[in-house]
């Protein structure tokens, strides 16, 4: 795999992630205020998956999507998380962990890819600005 697809993929898992977590702390929350921003982030994150799948698949290149290990621990990490403390304070915490984790990231393969192509490299800054702007929207539920 080239450096191209190794960062596409990268676009794409974290986002492939954030659309699973959303989806299923929507059944969770009841703060409707909580549940707009939810749902405008999944929409973020649905369009950087789709963009991600669209550069791969032009690049002649197969997504790699997470795992069902991946998939799997992320709801029982969810619902381990969720089982004593549903409120939008604590959700709310956990996605910020989840976004500083892909800021962390993002950073780390835009360096590691510096020679990337430039759409692709700009997807993944797309997706850089995207978390740590959801960072910032969050701590008002806190």
Known sequence: MNGNTELLNFVYQNA???TVTLNQLDDIIDNDDFKRHMNAQLEGYRSMEEQAKKLLEENGCDEKGLTAFEKIRTYLMIDLQTL??????HVAE???IGSNMGVINAVKN?????RAEKSIKNL????????E???QQLKKFL
């Open 110 to 114: 835009l360096k590691k890819y510096d």
């Open 124 to 131: 993944m800054e797309r997706l850089l600005k995207f978390e």
């Open 16 to 18: 492939q992630m954030g």
């Open 133 to 135: 702007d959801n960072i």
């Open 94 to 96: 956990m996605m910020m």
């Open 84 to 89: 004593a403390d549903k409120s939008a304070s």
